[in-house]
């Protein structure tokens, strides 16, 4: 499920895992390392400065199951929005 610009933009979020400046691999474990502190059904958004993070956590989250919600482009970075499904 995508959500629209709009409603990422008023999402509440349970956690944001801020990964600016760091490099592939780095915002997808900062991303999987956080999974596991929220709850089922929650959504983290990750802050990432690395052009790939989008991609790379849209992949992994139809690999391992959770709701890769859509990407807001920030001011210098991009905003990714996962649910947690499991």
Known sequence: MT???????TMTTAKVV???GSACPGPLLE?????????VGSVIEIWSTD??????IGAWSAKVGHD???VVEGEGYDR?????QK
């Open 80 to 84: 990714v929005f996962v649910r947690r």
């Open 68 to 70: 890769f919600l859509g």
């Open 3 to 9: 959500a629209t610009v709009a409603e990422l933009e």
């Open 18 to 20: 801020d990964a600016r």
């Open 51 to 56: 052009p790939v993070t989008k991609s790379d």
């Open 31 to 39: 991303a999987k390392r956080s999974m596991g502190t929220v709850p």
